[in-house]
């Protein structure tokens, strides 16, 4: 028949969505957990202290405002959306 030949025409192998939002930024960055920001470097943000560690996972902030958000309500900005 012929119902189940040419259907497979809209399927797109996009691995991890998320990282498209990035465009061509670089491995090093990520995006900030609390507002959503680009982390231009994981690395930079490491040495400035804009980082937390929580539950097994390294989370990285885009400012330093947002260390203390996500520490008041780490569920909030980890938790399962
Ligand atoms: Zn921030």
């Known amino acids: 028949m012929s119902c189940c030949s040419v259907r497979s025409n809209t399927s797109s192998p996009t691995a991890g969505g ?3 939002l990035l465009g061509n930024a670089p491995e090093d960055a990520t995006t900030c957990p609390v507002m959503g920001g680009v982390v231009a470097s994981t690395s930079a943000a490491e040495a ?8 097994g996972a ?3 902030f885009c400012c330093a405002g947002c260390g203390p958000a996500f520490d008041a309500d780490p569920a909030r900005y980890v938790g399962v959306a």
Request: zero cysteines; charged letters at 35%; glycine letters at 8%.
């Open 18 to 20: 998320r990282a498209n």
């Open 48 to 55: 400035a202290g804009l980082y937390r560690d929580h539950k």
């Open 58 to 60: 390294r989370y990285y």
